[in-house]
């Protein structure tokens, strides 16, 4: 098979509510780097599913071409919609424009008036609760603050699929936890299907409805794990036998797959 | 043991004190030492003069700092010939760094677009930094007379390499996510340069302006040794001046265009913090 962009979606997988559909996902780049192989993945509506994998195992590269960034080499990748959201590992956010500018950017390219805009929005910083640093540039924003920005703008796309590229690796715990439990209250509020990049085994379980455990380069799948417990998710299921067996699960394939 | 403590403690103290002392009179300390400098300088200045003036008869050559001072304000002959150049001089260099502003920022806008233009116009950009100008300027006072339009086209050509290399350095340096934050929306060329990659390269833009600046009142000044027609500035001053043997004259005329380059060296650095100070911290 050659290299394939994302296609849109037949009947079957519509039906599904598949979003986002790897099959047999390969990725080789110019410099014969082969991040990915044999890659099948899939994202329902209603999932929220997290990806974690060593550093370098190419984790980043399976959002790039679900985003369209990257073009795979081989298998195919069908995307069901429109309205993806990209959350980058930094918060990317223009430091010459405040926060509901910065926040309004993602509308404001795709052409939206801008009183419309501006309400889309007020509406987003509020919901992350960034109401009353409208004004604020970047750099008068802690690292947790700059990142709640970045959410803003991606939700003022109102999403189906949202793509996190491990957005709170720069954070400290406090901040994470934080900030983990806010994106669980948004994914409860807003429906969205998540693909959530991360190296933190106790983010990737507290966090998703689905597990996903990626080898070392090149990245393939070596275990997928569900999440059994319901949402809205009690912050203290952290500390419960069940959570932490699940953990020591997705740990331990995670070593055996790196070795 | 007691006592080893309370040393350790006062010494403490003292250390800690001292240090906040310094703070406090690192802010007093600003002011007087380049004072305390251009004193010595003058000093220096006076010794030397009469050195000229009393034992080699010499005066023209270094001429007393209040004779200078005296032709700079108030010489009824010299100072308003000297206010009258500035003006001129002035004219040139901001009508050449405005013509190098437009050409160089075009030039590397141009450029950014892609690698292959990169390429093919850069290596012109060295050459015109490498090319000694002052070979050239005979030829450019043959071409285009020897007025205004030389003058500023010396000046041009002088001070556009900062504008184009930091620019284009300002344009290039946009963060790769950022960049890509917009590709994802499908943000076309002319979009991403006016929201992304323009307003990324102001600082950069900014640094390189304060230094084609500083270099366009060296061309105003480079110009006027060549071309005497037209609107001569403070480079014909100096010359004649010179030629005349007047030594407080040559001074001022020299300190002026000094200033003329200091002051519009500070005012584009000023310009700079006032546009992007805001986000940007130059340090």
């Known amino acids: ?259 | 043991m007691a006592s080893v403590d309370q040393l350790a403690l006062a010494t403490g103290r003292v250390a800690r004190d001292a240090r906040i002392r310094r703070v406090y009179a690192r802010r007093s300390a600003q002011w007087w030492p380049p004072i305390a400098v251009l004193a010595l300088l003058v000093g220096f200045w006076y010794l030397v003069a009469a050195y000229y003036d009393r034992v080699q008869g010499l005066a023209f050559l270094v001429p007393y700092p209040h004779l200078v001072l005296k032709a700079a304000f108030a010489d009824p002959l010299f100072s308003p010939q000297l206010v009258q150049d500035l003006g001129n001089s002035t004219q040139v260099a901001l009508t050449g760094l405005v013509v190098a502003i437009i050409i160089g920022v075009a030039w590397a806008i141009l450029m950014s677009q892609a690698k292959w233009i990169e390429r093919s116009l850069y290596p012109y950009a060295v050459i015109l930094q490498c090319i000694p100008i002052l070979a050239l300027v005979p030829l450019i006072g043959a071409l285009f007379g020897y007025e205004f339009l030389s003058r500023v086209i010396v000046t041009v050509m002088i001070s556009i390499f900062p504008m184009v290399s930091n620019t284009l350095f300002g344009l290039q340096s946009v963060d790769r996510a950022q960049r890509e934050l917009f590709t994802l929306q499908g943000a076309g060329r002319w979009t991403t340069l006016t929201k992304l990659q323009f307003p990324a390269a102001l600082p950069s833009i900014f640094v390189g302006l304060r230094t084609a600046a500083g270099l366009s009142v060296i061309g105003a000044i480079v110009g006027d040794q060549f071309f005497q027609r037209g609107t001569p500035g403070l480079g014909v001053l100096i010359q004649v001046s010179t030629s005349r043997l007047n030594g407080a004259g040559t001074y001022a005329a020299i300190l002026t265009a000094s200033a003329l380059g200091v002051v519009v060296f500070l005012v584009f650095g000023l310009l700079g913090r006032l546009v992007v100070g805001k986000w940007y911290d130059f340090g």
Request: glycine content about 10%; charged content about 25%; some cysteine.
């Open chain 1, 1 to 259: 098979m050659s290299a394939t962009a994302p296609v849109r979606p037949t009947a079957a997988s519509r039906s599904a509510g598949t979003l986002l559909d790897f099959t047999n996902v390969e990725m080789t780049f110019p410099n014969g780097t082969v991040a990915l192989r044999g890659v099948d993945l899939t994202v329902k509506r209603g999932e929220f599913v997290t990806v974690v994998g060593p550093s370098g195992c190419g984790k980043s590269t399976l959002l790039r071409i679900a985003s369209g960034l990257e073009v795979s080499s081989e298998g195919s990748v069908v995307v069901d919609t429109d309205r993806i959201g990209y959350v980058f590992q930094d918060a990317t956010l223009l430091p010459w424009r405040s926060v509901a500018d910065n926040v309004e950017l993602l509308a404001e390219l795709n052409g939206m008036k801008a009183k419309e805009r501006r309400a889309k929005a007020q509406e987003a910083i509020d919901l992350v609760g960034l109401g009353g640093f409208e004004k604020n540039l970047p750099k008068q924003l802690s690292g947790g603050m700059k990142m709640r920005t970045s959410l803003a703008r991606s939700l003022t796309l109102e999403p189906e699929l949202f793509l996190f590229d491990e957005p709170f690796g720069a954070l400290d715990e406090i901040t994470r936890e934080r900030l983990n439990d806010e994106l669980l209250r948004l994914f409860v509020e807003k429906q969205f299907a998540g693909l959530f990049i991360t190296h933190s085994v106790s983010e990737a379980v507290y966090l998703s409805t689905k597990v996903v455990v990626m080898s070392g380069r090149p990245g393939s799948i070596v275990g997928t794990f569900d999440v059994p417990f319901p949402m809205p998710r009690d912050p203290d299921i952290r500390f419960t036998p069940e959570f932490g067996a699940l953990v020591g699960e997705v740990s331990h394939a995670l070593r055996e797959g790196h070795r």
